[in-house]
Nanobody, 124 residues
Framework: QVQLVESGGGLVQAGGSLRLSCVTSRRTSRSYVMGWFRQAPGKEREFVAYISWSGGWTDYAESVKGRFTISRDNAKITVYLQMNSLKPEDTAVYSC?????????????????WGQGTQVTVSS
């Protein structure tokens, strides 16, 4: 079993920054990709960003490109999400997830393991 634990959420004013962390308990032979998703009240979960453990390939949702940066520390088995220029519409519960596939990385159904989520609230 793989456990993921997020941290770093909080309340910030619009234009501010936060850095989220996601620590994994272990990597398995099928641990290829880590993703960040978010879910706002009354809305569906949406893809935010992904990174591959090997190669560090990344991709982002259009809504966060240029503002968010995903990175990883292989030694610490930790993934980060640096969020800059935050907007009120970024308010959501942010969750990290681990997938054994490089395909469909923007689809939540691809991911096998999930963290409990961390709340990010951006005030206007």
């Amino acid at each position: 079993q793989v456990q993921l634990v997020e941290s770093g959420g909080g309340l910030v004013q619009a234009g501010g920054s936060l850095r989220l962390s996601c620590v994994t308990s272990r990597r398995t032979s099928r641990s290829y990709v880590m993703g960040w998703f978010r879910q706002a009240p009354g809305k569906e979960r949406e893809f935010v960003a992904y990174i591959s453990w090997s190669g560090g390939w990344t991709d982002y949702a259009e809504s966060v490109k240029g503002r968010f940066t995903i990175s990883r520390d292989n030694a610490k088995i930790t993934v980060y999400l640096q969020m800059n220029s935050l907007k009120p519409e970024d308010t959501a519960v942010y969750s990290c997830a681990q997938s054994g596939s490089y395909e469909d990385y923007d689809q939540a159904r691809t991911y096998e393991y999930w963290g409990q989520g961390t709340q990010v609230t951006v005030s206007s």
